[in-house]
């Protein structure tokens, strides 16, 4: 059975710093990897979508990147701000027809 | 379009009322889903459509009946609902990944806040 992992499950930065989400998976039999943010009370905004064939992918200030092998994706943020203060939610889809198997989330605030 | 819309974006019902929970989409995805979400915790998968067949319930009690009457619309009817199942309600829709080229990428609503009282 699959199982994901984020690591930190909350994590506090000061503006403009670098930072890096973990997320871990044990099954490396995977069609694709989601980052997903949520905001409180809202929905789940995709953030960038990994194939089981990619290495990486960037949108902006983001970077998800992907290793197969030792079941690992880690999401970069470059320069925080405020605003990219929600929960962070990793999603992995196994090979076949079947749902997105959930992290926990790590809780980002950014301080001003 | 990349949206999925959600009606009503709140509800408060009795344990004795039906009503339902609405969702759409235009952007040609044959798959769709809906999810529980409490407090604090990831979503939950409940049910899925695939080519508005249901093909998967993750053992949901009958009081939710899900319904998918075309490709664009998903509804879940509520009934004899109790306190417990208070919730938000998440819609998604994705491609559907047995056609070559389609990401399977997930889009979710802004979801329904369920209040049972």
């Known amino acids: 059975k699959q199982e994901v992992t984020q690591i930190p499950a909350a994590l506090s930065v000061p503006e403009g710093e670098n930072l890096v989400l973990n997320c871990s998976f044990t099954?490396?039999?995977?069609?694709?990897l989601q980052w997903f943010r949520q905001d409180p009370g809202k929905g789940l905004t995709s953030l960038l979508l990994i194939q089981s064939s990619q290495r990486e992918q960037t949108s902006g200030r983001l970077n998800a990147s992907l290793d197969k092998s030792s079941g690992r994706s880690t999401l970069y943020i470059a320069a925080s701000q405020p605003g990219d203060s929600a929960t962070y939610l990793c999603?992995?889809?196994?090979?076949?027809?079947?749902?997105?198997?959930f992290g926990k989330g790590t809780r980002l605030s950014v301080i001003a | 379009d990349t949206e999925v819309t959600q009606t009503p974006k709140h509800l408060v019902m009795g344990m004795t009322n039906k009503k339902s929970l609405k969702c759409e989409q235009h952007m040609g995805h044959r798959a769709m889903y809906w999810y529980k979400q409490k407090a604090k915790k990831p979503p939950e998968l409940m049910f899925v459509?695939?080519?508005?067949?249901?093909?998967i319930n993750e053992s949901v009690p009958s009081r939710f009946s899900p319904e998918c009457p075309n490709s664009s619309l998903l509804n879940l009817h509520l009934h004899a609902l109790q306190p417990e199942d208070s919730a938000l309600y998440l819609c998604?829709?994705?491609?559907?990944?047995?056609?070559?080229?389609?990401?399977?990428?997930?889009?979710f609503g802004e979801g329904s806040r369920l209040t049972v009282l």
């Open positions: 998604a829709s994705s491609p559907s990944i047995y056609r070559p080229g389609n990401t399977g990428e997930l889009f």
């Open positions: 459509y695939s080519y508005e067949k249901l093909s």
């Open positions: 099954d490396s039999a995977i069609y694709n």
């Open positions: 999603a992995v889809r196994r090979v076949g027809n079947t749902p997105l198997v």
